[in-house]
Structure formats: structure tokens, C-alpha cells
Nanobody
Framework: QVQLVESGGGLVQAGGSLRLSCAASGRTFRTYVMAWFRQAPGKEREFVVA????????YYAGSVKGRFTISRDNAKNTLYLQMSTLKPEDTAVYYC?????????????????WGQGTQVTVSP
């Protein structure tokens, strides 16, 4: 079992930056593939980026590649998402997710554990 708690969301102007954090409980964080998803009002939950457990390989959705950076600190049981050059279309609730695996998964249903989400709002 792992519990996830996101933080760092807020209101930012277009072109600005935010860093999200996801604190995980448990001693097996390092064995989990971790990901960020987002969900805008009236839309389905969307994959943003994932990072593997073994070598921290990353996989980004095309819409955020070059603007967002995922990282993990296994010593602190924490996942991060550095978001730069934010756009109004990035506005959504951002969720971190975990799955005990060695490969990246990009579908929400493949993840076993979820945080409660943190709101990111980008004004024009």
C-alpha cells in the first residue's frame, strides 16, 4: 500500500512556472513507476508524464514535452513535476499515481494508487 499527497498547485499567469510535489508513504516508493495525470473540467483524465522505478527513465505526453520535467527523490519518497512556460490549456487538477512495475504505463486504469489532486490554474 502507498498513500500519495500532492501539493504545490495554485494560480499562475501564462508563461509562468510551478512545481508540484507528491509525497508518498511506505518503504517501497523506489519500486513504483510514478506518473502525473491531469483532468480539466468536462474532460477525461489525461496522461502527462511518467518515470520508471529502476533507472528513472521518463516518458512525456507531446503536449508538455520540453515544458514540464518529472523527477523523483527516492530518499525522500517524493515525486516532483516542474512546470514551465505554462499555458491556459494546462489548467486542470493534477494527480500523481503509482504502480508497482518496471515499465511505463500511460493509461489511468493501469495505476493502482492515486493522490487527491492539486488544482493548477493558468490565467491568460
Amino acid at each position: 500500500q502507498v498513500q500519495l499527497v500532492e501539493s504545490g498547485g495554485g494560480l499562475v499567469q501564462a508563461g509562468g512556472s510551478l512545481r508540484l510535489s507528491c509525497a508518498a508513504s511506505g518503504r517501497t516508493f523506489r519500486t513504483y513507476v510514478m506518473a502525473w495525470f491531469r483532468q480539466a473540467p468536462g474532460k477525461e483524465r489525461e496522461f502527462v508524464v511518467a518515470i520508471t522505478s529502476i533507472d528513472s527513465s521518463t516518458y512525456y505526453a507531446g503536449s508538455v514535452k520540453g515544458r514540464f520535467t518529472i523527477s523523483r527523490d527516492n530518499a525522500k519518497n517524493t515525486l516532483y513535476l516542474q512546470m514551465s512556460t505554462l499555458k491556459p490549456e494546462d489548467t486542470a487538477v493534477y494527480y500523481c499515481a503509482a504502480r508497482s512495475s518496471v515499465v511505463v504505463h500511460t493509461t489511468a486504469t493501469e495505476y493502482d494508487y492515486w493522490g487527491q489532486g492539486t488544482q493548477v490554474t493558468v490565467s491568460p
